[in-house]
């Protein structure tokens, strides 16, 4: 399994509302939140953004998104991350609608911009006992 980041960056705190969503990273499966009325989201809260429901199930999306926009981070907010960069932070907008903020791995930062609408995939990182980090790829 290939370690995406070298830093010793702080790694997420599941709470109550987040927990199924990292308890999904475990396995290697990305989660995401569908209300009753069939509203697919990310990132996890307590009722749907769309309908305001909170009859909330988890379902398992694809993995597979496109790149909608990104930013290349040549200097890092501390010192925890000065070894990864730089690194592209990501918008993925996944198969399934929502839009999600993540690392783009496995391509060139000063090559990003060719890569904007094109297919990528989730990899996974694990970051600690029972919790990896969704990233994602060029396919
Ligand atoms: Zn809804």
Redesign the pocket.
């Given at each position: 399994m290939p370690k995406y980041r070298k830093g010793t960056g702080p790694i997420p705190r599941p709470t109550p509302v987040t927990q199924p969503f990292w308890d999904g990273t475990r396995e290697h499966r990305l989660m995401l939140q569908k209300?009753?009325?069939?509203?697919v989201f990310y990132y996890a809260r307590t009722h749907?953004p769309?309908?305001l429901?909170n009859e909330l199930d988890w379902v398992e999306a694809s993995g597979r998104g496109r790149l909608y926009s990104y930013t290349v981070v040549r200097r890092p907010q501390s010192e925890a991350f000065a070894e990864d960069c730089p690194y592209v932070v990501a918008a993925i907008t996944l198969d399934e609608g929502p839009r999600m903020t993540s690392l783009l791995v496995e391509c060139d930062p000063d090559g990003v911009q060719e890569l904007i609408d094109r297919p990528v995939e989730v990899v996974w990182d694990d970051v600690a006992e029972g919790l990896a980090m969704p990233y994602f790829r060029p396919v």
């Open positions: 209300c009753g009325n069939g509203h749907c769309v309908c429901s």
